[in-house]
């Protein structure tokens, strides 16, 4: 995309600014570093960088068309959902603030008979919601039978509106406290409120809040916001916290009625006063609905329209006149009213009226905060000059507090040094409401009926409704192998609801720490669980209490059949996880990512946990170009994974800005086409940086131009650089690993008809193959092929006839002489020349090594060799006679020793290490005795295994045992050599499989 900023109204807010789109509900907050390149961005785009062109695609597209108005999506027939009926104007107080100058003198009301005819009416085409107004609705003398006639009718729900003094006198005790909805008036500290109400009126209302909250019916404490109460708002969240109020509901003035302009305060004048209520209301642990309905708006999903008021389209009143407004607060305007002689639906269906708002849309204005703040307040536009939408005196207000909430939500988090974002719309989600592309604005009279629902408590009710595989539409069948399975009982393999197998595709090592986020029924823990086996830990993590109830019944048989116990389950949401810092080598998530409300404080969280170096292996939906908001907007796909999967371009940039590297996709697969769009199933794994400052020399071949390692250097090809460890590691071949000598380390190279001289103190002594399989026979690759009795055969190389047990499938032998030669040059060469005291990382730089294959009789002398060479390099004193010594004794040992000696030549090799360092000869007894105890020792742990060779296995069981007997004998302070993750298991046809303990 090209950005054009000109397009985008930039609002800086202290220290952050802030990027509004006129023409498109969207926004986004950049690094101060990309905010001066907006503001600076030249014309000539053709020159930019590469960190800001990076930067220029994240930004938000502009719209592919222009929007005509609410009507071209939302249709031509609106659907009653609401109605309100201000059912009489008489009331017991006088307030002096009064909307409609209700009193005890006031007579209008409308019967039973018209309520029922109206509430029928209202029923039969769809309406479930109605709300009882005045006046005080609790004095009409019918209201009980009202409220009767209004329950009875299925999934009804009702609000009341009204000044709480007789409560306890009007609400039956059997009625249920979940349909029926309170909003009570408190206009603020009991002076503040008498003034308005009368004398006597708080103390009056406090004794029927206390006789509520002992009935544990669910209130909301609503205040019209005054010059005099205006001051009273951080006290009235406290006392609204304190008498167990749902949530606190702020009224805006209107100059109508007994309302005055001595009571009015300015727009502007009310900021400090709401955000300091709001700052206490967090602290308090309670909410003001108007500020989470404000953040519904401005944290929606992208492309989302708010679009006028839901007056005349969804929601309608009735006045005491037996008339039809659009709303409670334009009853009695007369220039509003539709009559109701021909009933409800057909004022409903041919207002006049109501036609002329829904006429109205934000699309004509030039405000660019149409498309979030919907045009403002029905009402308060009227009211202010006679039009429906834009005219808002309020708007201001709610502008200042958008760009605050803005600004709020990105500095929860650190900000990255370089150009990128902080928080773009959609990635901190409020609500995610089933509306389609445009949603209504509910008039500011009463905003919701119970505590908020987030988009997290919404997934949690989809989620809670599949315990037990109840979701069809979400299942995806298991398709681990069954040797990976044997361990769980079969009723607790339950299919997953998942996109994909991270807990495989993670290469898990024993002995590792792992974090499954949204582990379900808990089956891919389970599989871990013998993965990591009984040094590691699985822990999973789930927000559903009966998820985790799955999950532990079936941990118990797990653990009972794995014969230890490395499972827990702990209750925890994405966004605030239940574990240590840095303490976890793996995080995997199954298609539960995208879920997120926040995905910045998820991978925030992630990365917290994880340990340097750690890794995040997951699974889940995304797609190459942002959905439309209709299908964003879907509470159910929200529950299949659609409606919260990132563009891939989005997931990068956020995990990049959270402070992860080496990105790398494992798999990508179609997934689902919703609506037209695709959706894929993305695997992927990147890191947390490692702290540790080693580097290596790579040198990149090409073809491209360059490439970027994950810390931002740039290769070029053919040239040699020095990277960091870890940025080597990731980019595995596409660089070549050299070490000090130039020796390429992990990419088999053949010389072919190259001159190359062995390294110095070694001749050959036969010549260099033109070409060798690292797995099977080394001439064609063919399986090999061992007979019970040894036959005379000539080498294919030397041509030397030899009496040899083994030639492969097509007749071809190699002699040992050729088989190890160039190998024992490289040992010896590697193993005098090494400074690392880990054994097996000086064994991984062997066995890159193209001279080194698969299986062969070269580890016999790779075993004493490294052994020794990290004795030395831990400071035990080994000359380099003592090295050569042992590698070229290890050398002399057979191939196929293991099976046809019956002493597998790396316990072999253990043994001439101790033997080379003890000086032990077939008359040194104690020395003699000690050197057999080492192999035998050796020999057992391999012999422990029902398995064909495998000279990786049995090498790393030779060095582990090894390096802790010479810890032992010669009192040494040792590196434990831990397992590593196998990667051979594809060229190795013997392999063991699930019981080996170097497998993923």
Not at 95 to 121: A, E, M, T
Not at 509 to 519: A, F, I, K, N, S
Not at 805 to 828: K, M, P, R, Y
Request: hydrophobic fraction near 40%; charge should be negative.
């Amino acid at each position: 995309m090209t950005f054009d900023p000109p397009r985008w109204t930039r609002f800086q807010v202290d220290n952050t600014a802030v990027w509004l789109c006129p023409d498109r509900p969207t926004w986004f907050v950049p690094t101060a570093h990309g905010d001066r390149l907006l503001q600076q961005m030249p014309t000539d785009t053709a020159s930019q960088d590469l960190a800001t062109a990076t930067f220029l695609q994240r930004l938000p597209d502009p719209p592919a068309n222009s929007y005509q108005g609410r009507q071209t999506l939302l249709g031509t027939t609106p659907k009653l959902r609401e109605l309100w009926l201000h059912i009489t104007d008489r009331c017991n107080l006088s307030c002096s603030h009064c909307l409609f100058s209700s009193g005890p003198d006031q007579g209008r009301q409308l019967s039973l008979q018209q309520l029922k005819q109206h509430i029928d009416d209202a029923a039969a085409q769809g309406c479930r919601l109605f709300a009882l107004t005045g006046g005080e609705p609790l004095v009409h003398p019918d209201f009980a039978e009202l409220i009767g006639h209004i329950l009875a009718i299925p999934d009804s729900r009702i609000a009341v509106l009204t000044n709480g003094l007789s409560v306890a006198d009007k609400l039956a005790a059997d009625w249920p406290r979940q349909r029926i909805h309170l909003q009570i008036s408190l206009d603020g500290r009991p002076e503040h409120h008498d003034l308005l109400r009368g004398a006597g009126s708080f103390k009056q209302l406090e004794q029927q809040l206390t006789w509520l909250q002992q009935q544990h019916w669910h209130f909301t404490l609503s205040c019209c916001v005054t010059k005099e109460n205006a001051r009273d708002l951080t006290w009235l969240v406290d006392y609204a916290a304190d008498q167990g109020a749902a949530a606190l509901h702020l009224m805006w003035h209107f100059i109508r009625g007994r309302g005055s302009v001595a009571q009015h305060l300015q727009p502007p004048e009310l900021l400090q006063p709401v955000l300091a209520a709001l700052l206490r209301a967090e602290q308090r642990g309670i909410t003001i609905d108007n500020i989470e309905n404000l953040k519904a708006q401005i944290f929606s999903a992208p492309g989302t329209i708010h679009d006028g008021s839901s007056a005349g389209w969804e929601a309608g009143a009735i006045g005491p006149d037996n008339q039809l407004y659009p709303s409670a607060a334009t009853i009695g305007l007369a220039e509003l009213a539709t009559p109701l002689d021909q009933g409800l639906v057909q004022a409903w269906q041919q207002s006049p009226i109501l036609a002329r708002i829904r006429q109205t849309s934000v699309a004509g204005l030039s405000d660019p905060w149409r498309f979030l703040l919907g045009g403002g307040d029905l009402d308060h536009c009227y009211h202010h000059n006679g039009s429906f939408v834009g005219t808002d005196p309020y708007q201001p207000l709610f502008e200042q507090l958008s760009l605050l909430l803005i600004k709020q939500a990105a500095n929860r988090l650190p900000e990255a040094a370089q150009p990128g974002l902080r928080l773009k719309m959609g990635e901190l989600l409020v609500s995610c409401d089933s509306h389609g592309p445009v949603a209504l604005c509910h008039t500011n009279c009463l905003l919701t009926l119970e505590p908020f629902a987030d988009s997290r408590s919404r997934v949690g009710s989809y989620y809670a409704e599949a315990v037990g595989d109840k979701r069809l539409e979400i299942l995806n069948p298991v398709h681990y192998d069954e040797n990976m399975m044997q361990h769980i009982p079969a009723a607790f393999r339950f299919r997953g609801y998942g996109c994909g197998s991270p807990v495989l595709d993670a290469c898990l090592r024993p002995g590792e720490q792992m974090v499954d986020l949204g582990c379900g029924s808990g089956v891919e823990c389970f599989i871990a669980a013998r993965l990591v086996g009984k040094d590691g830990m699985v822990t999973g993590i789930d927000m559903l209490e009966p998820m985790l109830d799955l999950a532990q019944k079936g941990a118990i048989e797990v653990q009972e059949h794995l014969g230890y116990n490395n499972l827990q389950f702990l209750k925890g949401f994405l966004e605030s996880l239940p574990v240590a810092d840095n303490s976890q080598d793996l995080v995997v998530s199954n298609c539960v990512l995208n879920l997120s409300t926040d995905k910045r404080s998820t991978f925030s969280e992630i990365l917290r946990i994880l340990k340097p170096g750690g890794r995040l292996v997951a699974a889940d939906v995304v797609c190459e170009t942002e959905p439309d908001a209709a299908i964003l907007n879907d509470e159910n796909l929200r529950g299949e994974c659609i409606s919260g999967a990132l563009t891939q371009k989005d997931l990068l940039g956020i995990l990049d800005e959270s402070g992860f590297t080496g990105f790398s996709v494992i798999k990508r697969l179609p997934y689902r086409v919703v609506n037209n769009h695709p959706f894929f199933s993305l695997t992927f794994c990147v890191r947390k940086p490692e702290n540790s400052s080693e580097t290596v020399l790579i040198l990149y071949p090409g073809p491209a131009a360059g490439l970027l390692a994950p810390s931002g250097a740039w290769l070029q090809p053919g040239q040699v650089n020095r990277i960091s460890r870890q940025d080597a590691d990731l980019l595995g071949t596409q660089v070549w690993h050299l070490d000090s000598h130039g020796f390429v380390t992990n990419v088999t190279i053949e010389a072919g008809a190259n001159c190359s001289r062995a390294p110095e103190g070694r001749t050959r002594t036969a010549a260099q193959p033109p070409s060798r399989h690292d797995s099977g026979c080394l001439v064609c690759g063919a399986p090999l092929v061992y007979h019970p009795f040894e036959q005379q055969i000539a080498c294919h190389f030397c041509g030397k006839t030899l009496s040899a047990n083994a030639c492969c499938e097509q007749g071809h032998f190699v002699c040992d002489s050729c088989h190890t030669d160039d190998a024992l040059s490289l040992i010896e060469h590697l193993c005098t020349t090494s400074g690392v005291s880990d054994p097996i990382q000086l064994m991984k730089e062997i066995r890159r090594h193209p001279s080194i294959p698969l299986h062969g009789p070269q580890y016999h002398a790779l075993v004493p060799g490294v052994l020794l060479a990290g004795l030395r390099a831990a400071g035990h004193p080994v000359t380099t006679e003592q090295l050569f010594a042992a590698i070229r004794r290890g050398g002399e040992v057979g191939g196929g020793s293991c099976g046809f000696m019956g002493i597998c030549g790396a316990a072999t090799g253990t043994g001439i290490a101790f033997s080379v360092l003890l000086e032990a000869t077939p008359l040194k007894a104690a020395r003699r005795q000690t050197v057999q105890q080492v192999v035998q020792q050796v020999l057992a742990e391999i012999a422990g295994y029902e398995a064909a060779r495998c000279c990786q296995r049995d090498c790393w069981i030779a060095l582990r045992t090894g390096m802790r007997l010479a810890a032992e004998l010669f009192s040494l302070k040792l590196p434990a050599v831990e397992p590593f993750c196998c990667t051979q298991m594809a060229r190795n046809h013997e392999c063991l499989g699930l019981d080996c303990p170097l497998w993923p």
